[in-house]
Nanobody, 124 residues
Framework: QVLLVESGGGLVQAGGSLRLSCAAS????????MGWFRQAPGRERDFVSL????????SYADSVKGRFTISRDNAKNTVFLQMNILKPEDTAVYYC?????????????????WGQGTQVTVSP
């Protein structure tokens, strides 16, 4: 079992930055691919970014590429999402997720464990 707890969300003006954190408990963090997804009101949950277990590979949605950076600290069982040049369309609930198989799929179905989400609101 893996418990994921996100933090770092909030209200920011367009052009600003936020850093999301996701603290994981359990023994599988170091072998899990970690992902970030987001869900805006009335929309489906969308892929944002992922990072493989050793951090050797990252992947980003086109909409955030060049603005967001995912990283992880395996010693602290934590994954981060640095979000820069935020836009109003980035407003959503952001979810951290873990794929204990360590795959690199963007499909949410591969991620077995999910956090409760943290709200990010970007004002114009």
């Amino acid at each position: 079992q893996v418990l994921l707890v996100e933090s770092g969300g909030g209200l920011v003006q367009a052009g600003g930055s936020l850093r999301l954190s996701c603290a994981a408990s359990g023994r599988t963090f170091n072998t899990s691919t970690m992902g970030w997804f987001r869900q805006a009101p009335g929309r489906e949950r969308d892929f944002v970014s992922l990072i493989t277990p050793n951090g050797g590979r990252t992947s980003y949605a086109d909409s955030v590429k060049g603005r967001f950076t995912i990283s992880r600290d395996n010693a602290k069982n934590t994954v981060f999402l640095q979000m820069n040049i935020l836009k109003p369309e980035d407003t959503a609930v952001y979810y951290c997720a873990a794929d204990p198989r360590g795959y690199s799929s963007r499909q949410s179905g591969w991620f077995d464990y999910w956090g409760q989400g943290t709200q990010v609101t970007v004002s114009p």
